[in-house]
């Protein structure tokens, strides 16, 4: 079963950004997508559920790769700032 955390922190500004999507009846599934409404900027976050961790990922506590979604956005912001 796919844990989706309930938080998330704002890397934008650093509040927490609360879960909007409700948990499906059937459970979280890879692919779907959960949006977070922060708190401080009111940002929304739209992130895609991904699979299970395969073993041997020590940082498991989040399902999707939030990590590598926040670094392409930020990647992206900076180009838009240019
Ligand atoms: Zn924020």
Redesign the pocket.
């Known amino acids: 079963m796919i844990e989706v955390p309930e938080f998330i922190v704002?890397?934008?500004?650093?509040?927490k950004?609360g879960r909007l999507t409700p948990p499906p009846e059937d459970g979280w599934e890879p692919g779907d997508l959960v949006a977070y409404r922060?708190?401080?900027?009111?940002?929304r976050w739209d992130l895609v559920v991904d699979g299970p961790a395969e073993s041997g990922t020590p940082d498991t506590e989040v399902a999707f790769d939030l990590r590598a979604f926040l670094e392409e956005r930020r990647s992206r912001n900076r180009e838009d700032a240019g």
């Open positions: 704002c890397v934008d500004c650093g509040q950004a922060c708190s401080g900027c009111l940002d």
